[in-house]
């Protein structure tokens, strides 16, 4: 690494052959002279067998391993993992947890496993669980957290601490900070609290406090860029596996009979895509990416009829934010609405489409349609083997980092490694399917059911591909 410049108190680190670091925000930009202590991970009797402690100062990941012999090395993110040195004596650290937003799976083993981290590993013994939400910091009571607390939380869906929607007033959660002595604040939640993290950690910035602020990215749609995979996705995804099963024996139990499966999805079609992919048993996939039409040539009306006159029966899933476009009468009213995370609120295209397509099939032939949406069965699980483990990778990375002195990153896997991301690059876009990607096209192969596109709607989704982050 060669040179550091600071964008807008951006640290961007540049080096040789085009390499660029994103760094994340140390106690040390503001705290030159912060004292330092040996990790207590050198002592430990779990790390004993570990031929190397600690993660290299200079460790970074690439966002992009995909490259050709002449491109540059690119941007990279700094490597997750214990450091030599830290910048808190485990008694003097008074940590809190906070979960924010909709419910997730994993959301109790990622906090099980912050606690078990700050404890187990550096001896931690004052951790405060937050009260429902952001507005829990100045409105509620905090929550004492140890070891034998959530030991067997993780066996449950939901989170114990509590979540809301909203709630976020920077200055009232910093006096609050401020006021209980917090010095490490650990926050769960998607893009919205991120941006709520981010705000928080500007305040305490400005503020010059000595306290650290790390995001956990929660993301059931999966919709957080740069990251692999956010953690309860697998989960969602098996889950909803259930219902597509559901559907499938619904539909091959009766004649023209069609099971139509809503999931999880408002801007990013994911959990769709990568259900349809494992079922096998879907013949059409809607996704908000993915524009459709209904009727006329190469409409979904006519796609359905040529299914069920070849096989007799149907299954469909649609993203809950597929669609919004064509609910014409109700698209005016519904984009003044939201909710409390400043979500626009989306009408039901699950219940929309069945109609729809009962409506146009009435005169035709006899349809038995069943709709079955899983939505909040599926939030409410407790997370599979793939993301408890997951979830304790990503708690344990990010004590990791605060415990060494890093401020103002969220931590994520990125290309198999965890890594330190600044708030900036996780809060600026969303992650969204592309579908003139390869994913989508396996997809269309393994359902083969049309694209549904227009030729204008090809060309505007090449510049999206162009653009995009996908790694799939």
């Not at 499966?261 to 408002?266: C, F, I, T």
């Not at 990778?393 to 490694?417: D, E, I, K, P, W």
Request: glycine share 10%; hydrophobic share 35%.
């Amino acid at each position: 690494m060669s040179s550091s410049v600071s964008n807008s108190d951006r640290k961007i680190v540049t080096g040789s052959a085009g390499y660029i670091l994103e760094d994340v925000p140390h106690f040390t930009d503001d705290f030159p002279d912060c004292p330092t202590y040996p990790n207590p991970l050198q002592d430990n009797a779990a790390y004993s067998v570990v031929k190397q402690y600690f993660v290299d100062e200079d460790d970074t990941v690439p966002q992009k391993i995909v490259v050709h012999p002449n491109s540059p090395r690119g941007t990279h993110f700094r490597r997750a993992g214990p450091r030599q040195r830290v910048y808190f004596e485990s008694d003097d650290v008074l940590a809190c947890i906070v979960t924010c937003g909709g419910l997730c799976p994993g959301l109790n083993t990622v906090i099980r496993e912050i606690v078990c981290g700050l404890s187990y590993m550096y001896g931690v013994k004052r951790i405060l669980g937050i009260d429902g939400g952001y507005r829990g910091f100045y409105a509620r009571n905090t929550i004492h957290l140890d070891t034998n607390t959530v030991n067997d939380i993780h066996r449950s869906g939901g989170t114990i601490l509590g979540t809301s929607r909203g709630g976020h007033d920077t200055t009232k959660i910093v006096d609050s900070i401020q006021d209980r002595g917090i010095n490490q604040v650990y926050i769960i939640g998607g893009d919205g609290s991120q941006k709520g993290a981010a705000a928080i950690f500007e305040e305490i910035r400005r503020r010059k406090l000595k306290v650290a602020v790390a995001g956990i990215p929660k993301t059931i749609d999966n919709d957080i860029p740069i990251i692999d995979r956010s953690f309860g996705f697998d989960t969602a995804v098996e889950e909803a596996q259930r219902a597509i099963n559901a559907a499938h024996v619904e539909a091959t139990s009766f004649e023209n009979g069609i099971g139509l499966v809503k999931l999880m999805g408002r801007y990013s079609g994911f959990i769709a895509m990568y259900a349809t992919l494992a079922s096998r048993d879907v013949d059409c996939c809607l996704i908000p990416e993915s524009p459709f039409f209904l009727e006329g040539p190469g409409g979904l009306f006519e796609f359905i009829a040529k299914r069920l006159k070849e096989s007799g029966h149907m299954v469909i899933v649609i993203a809950e934010g597929a669609g919004q476009d064509l609910l014409a009468e109700s698209i005016e009213e519904s984009k003044t609405l939201k909710d409390a995370s400043g979500n626009k609120l989306l009408q039901d295209v699950g219940l929309w489409i069945s109609q729809r397509i009962k409506d146009h099939f009435a005169k035709k032939m006899t349809l038995n349609l069943k709709y079955i949406d899983p939505t909040y069965m599926i939030r409410a699980v407790p997370s599979n083997a793939s993301d408890n483990v997951c979830c304790t990778l990503l708690a344990q990375s990010a004590v990791h980092g605060v415990m060494a002195g890093y401020n103002g990153f969220t931590v994520g896997l990125v290309n198999g490694r965890h890594t330190y991301i600044p708030f900036y690059r996780i809060t600026e876009k969303q992650n969204k399917v592309v579908i003139t990607d390869r994913m989508w096209a396996r997809l269309l192969s393994s359902t083969n059911q049309p694209s549904f596109m227009k030729h204008d709607d090809i060309e505007s989704n090449q510049l999206v591909g162009e653009q995009g982050t996908m790694k799939w």
